[in-house]
T-cell receptor
Framework: NAGVMQNPRHLVRRRGQEARLRCSPM?????VYWYRQLPEEGLKFMVY????????ESGMPKERFSAEFPKEGPSILRIQQVVRGDSAAYFC????????????????FGAGTRLSVL | RKEVEQDPGPFNVPEGATVAFNCTYS??????FFWYRQDCRKEPKLLMS???SGNEDGRFTAQLNRASQYISLLIRDSKLSDSATYLC???????????FGKGTMLLVSP
C-alpha cells in the first residue's frame, strides 16, 4: 500500500512563474490536507479538501494560491506568480475515510515538495 | 484558530537519559491528540496517539490531562536515533483539521 505521494520533490521557479504541486493520497483516503513549512518554522495548515470539494481553506493566502482535488487524479496546489517568500516545504497529508474519530483524525504525510523561488 | 504551545528546546541529553516534553492546547473541545516526529528536512511521522488514560509504546509514554489541557511525552533510555523534533498535535473540532505545535527539538549525544 503506497503512502502519500508528492511530486515533484524539488521545484525551482523564477519570480512570476507558476508552481504546481501534486499529491496523491494513500489508497482508501479521500481527505487531503496541504501544509506549508517555512525554514525554521512549524507546519502551517493551508487547506483541507475532499474529492471535488474544498472543506476548509482558512489557511490559504487570499491571492495567488488555489487548490483542487478532482474526481480523478491527484490533488493540486497551485501558486501563481511566485515570489521569494513562497520558498518553503509544502507537505500534503491524507486521512482515512472510515473508522472511529481517532483513526479518521490521523494524518499521513507525503515527503513534501521543496519549492525554491529564485 | 486555537493554539498548541511547546517549548522549542533544544533538549540536549546523553544516551540512556529520560526526557519529558510538555505541550498545552487552548481548545477545550479537542478530542484527539497525537505526537508526531519530524526529522530534519523530512515529513512528520506519527509517533503515537494519546489516549485519555495514558498509553505506552515501548520506551515512549504519553499522558493527557484534560483539566489542565496539557499533553506530555516521556522518552526513556534515549537513543541517538531519537534525535528529532517532536510535534504535539491536537484536532480542532471547529475546523475539522489538526493543529500542530511548532515542535520541541531533542538532541541525544553519545
Amino acid at each position: 500500500n503506497a503512502g502519500v505521494m508528492q511530486n515533484p520533490r524539488h521545484l525551482v521557479r523564477r519570480r512570476g512563474q507558476e508552481a504546481r504541486l501534486r499529491c496523491s493520497p494513500m489508497k482508501g483516503h479521500s481527505h487531503v490536507y496541504w501544509y506549508r513549512q517555512l525554514p525554521e518554522e512549524g507546519l502551517k495548515f493551508m487547506v483541507y479538501l475532499q474529492k471535488e470539494n474544498i472543506i476548509d481553506e482558512s489557511g490559504m493566502p487570499k491571492e495567488r494560491f488555489s487548490a483542487e482535488f478532482p474526481k480523478e487524479g491527484p490533488s493540486i496546489l497551485r501558486i501563481q506568480q511566485v515570489v521569494r517568500g513562497d520558498s518553503a516545504a509544502y507537505f500534503c497529508a491524507s486521512s482515512p475515510t472510515v473508522g472511529p474519530t481517532l483513526v479518521k483524525n490521523i494524518q499521513y504525510f507525503g515527503a513534501g515538495t521543496r519549492l525554491s523561488v529564485l | 484558530r486555537k493554539e498548541v504551545e511547546q517549548d522549542p528546546g533544544p533538549f540536549n541529553v546523553p544516551e540512556g537519559a529520560t526526557v519529558a516534553f510538555n505541550c498545552t492546547y487552548s481548545n477545550s473541545a479537542s478530542q484527539s491528540f497525537f505526537w508526531y516526529r519530524q526529522d530534519c528536512r523530512k515529513e512528520p511521522k506519527l509517533l503515537m496517539s494519546v489516549y485519555s488514560s495514558g498509553n505506552e509504546d515501548g520506551r515512549f509514554t504519553a499522558q493527557l490531562n484534560r483539566a489542565s489541557q496539557y499533553i506530555s511525552l516521556l522518552i526513556r533510555d534515549s537513543k541517538l536515533s531519537d534525535s528529532a523534533t517532536y510535534l504535539c498535535v491536537v484536532n480542532d473540532p471547529g475546523y475539522s483539521t489538526l493543529t500542530f505545535g511548532k515542535g520541541t527539538m531533542l538532541l541525544v549525544s553519545p
